[in-house]
């Protein structure tokens, strides 16, 4: 039987422990159909390298484990196909502008500090209905977009004001900010958008498009992001209105 | 223990891997420096006029300005100002919530206003640039 055709990946490795410098390692991975880059990862893990690491867990494109930079773009291992490559060549490094803990594992700690500081969780202050509180089909559509966003941090490295900005809360946890401002069941509106508009927030965005460019679940960022300024800039206007006419 | 702070930074630093929106977001960063610096140097060429009264030294520095090399920057200005003032445009419009998700689009329309603009400019400072016309 003829051999199967075969792959090759270029993967990035750094050894804290070990290594001064990262450096890439090429490995020839069988080509098969369906292929996808993470079970590539996988195949390298088992009979090439133990010594690989990398993150995943669902394997389809749900927990946001696998977000790596894939042939210079962003790109979830385990939904991008080895065979989407015609040349049969792949450079996989990990997202560029996080911290590596070991090759393809990067350190999302402040990734996921920002996320918490926008309070990632409905708020209600009315007291509890009997049994639940209802959310239309409508009012949630409104909300599907956003909803979909699984933080896998791609967009939050592609983004130049995060480059520059070591507090700037990012394009995800903006995101997730107007998910739940817009949620019809949230009551903490005032409080949301005090903490977005801080110095660290909205309105950092350059509207530059890095992070809807970057989302592998199509989200487009810089939307909500715009949304949250504009709704700021009205609750500002209109509390200097009502002060000026008191 | 990870000591690592490595980040692989320059990977999508790598001017190949730019999408649009960064191009656009970087040149107008650089035509912003540019109209800045010509602003003043504006200026100054201006102010020269307050400088003796009978404006003798004022028109012997509007002279220079006949030039033929500094016409051709000055054809490469209204360039640099076409497309500060028409992406300047996209970026308000954006915060009033206009084309976010068609911001490619409204791009390349904005431009072509732009271009047909500046197809203007050229046809009346080309034949001085050429040396054809005089002023
Ligand atoms: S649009 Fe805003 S949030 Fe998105 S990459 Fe650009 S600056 Fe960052
Ligand atoms: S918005 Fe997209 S790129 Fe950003 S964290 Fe969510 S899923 Fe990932
Ligand atoms: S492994 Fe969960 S998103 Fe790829």
Redesign the interface.
């Known amino acids: 039987m003829a051999e199967p055709a075969k792959s090759s990946l270029k993967v990035f490795r750094f050894d804290p422990d070990r290594d001064r410098e990262p450096h890439f390692d090429t490995f020839e991975v069988p080509q098969r159909e369906g292929l996808t880059v993470l079970e590539a990862l996988f195949d390298i893990l088992e009979t090439q390298d133990g010594s690989l690491a990398f993150r995943y867990a669902c394997r389809g494109a749900v927990c946001g484990s696998c977000a790596m930079y894939i042939n210079g773009a962003y790109r979830l291992a385990c939904q991008t196909q080895v065979a989407a490559f015609s040349s049969g060549e792949l450079t996989v490094g990990p997202m560029p502008h996080f911290p590596v803990i070991k090759d393809l594992a990067v350190d999302m700690t402040e990734f996921f500090r920002k996320y918490e500081r926008i309070m990632p969780f409905l708020v209600a202050q009315s007291a509890p209905p009997e049994k639940e509180r209802v959310q239309t089909p409508e009012a949630r559509e409104a909300i599907d977009e956003m909803v979909d966003c699984i933080l896998c941090g791609c967009c939050y490295s592609s983004c130049p004001t995060v480059w520059t900005d070591k507090e700037y809360l990012g394009p995800a946890a903006l995101t997730k900010a107007y998910r739940f401002l817009a949620d019809s069941r949230d009551e903490a509106a005032g409080e949301r958008l005090s903490i977005v508009a801080g110095g660290d927030g909205i309105w950092r965005c350059h509207t530059i498009f890095n992070c809807a460019e970057a989302c592998p679940k199509r989200i487009n960022p810089t939307w909500s992001i715009q949304q949250l300024k504009r709704k700021s800039a009205l609750r500002r206007l209109s509390s200097w209105l009502i002060r000026s006419s008191t | 223990?990870?000591?690592?702070?490595?980040?692989?930074?320059?990977?999508?630093?790598?001017p190949?891997?730019y999408?649009?929106?960064?191009w656009v977001?970087l040149l107008h960063r650089v035509t912003g420096v540019i109209i800045a610096l010509y602003g003043i140097a504006h200026l100054l060429v201006i102010s020269s006029s307050l400088l003796n009264s009978d404006g003798d030294l004022f028109e012997d520095i509007m002279k220079v300005f006949e030039n033929r090399v500094l016409l051709g920057f000055e054809l490469a200005l209204i360039a640099v100002i076409l497309f500060h003032t028409f992406n300047g445009l996209r970026?308000i419009l954006?915060?009033?919530?206009i084309g976010?998700?068609a911001?490619k689009l409204l791009f390349w329309g904005l431009m072509a206003v732009a271009v047909i603009l500046f197809a203007f400019a050229a046809d009346a400072l080309l034949p001085y640039i050429r040396g054809e016309a005089r002023l």
């Open positions: 223990m990870y000591r690592g702070s490595y980040r692989q930074r320059h990977a999508d630093l790598w190949t891997n999408k649009l929106g960064m977001w970026v954006f915060d009033l919530g976010i998700r911001q």
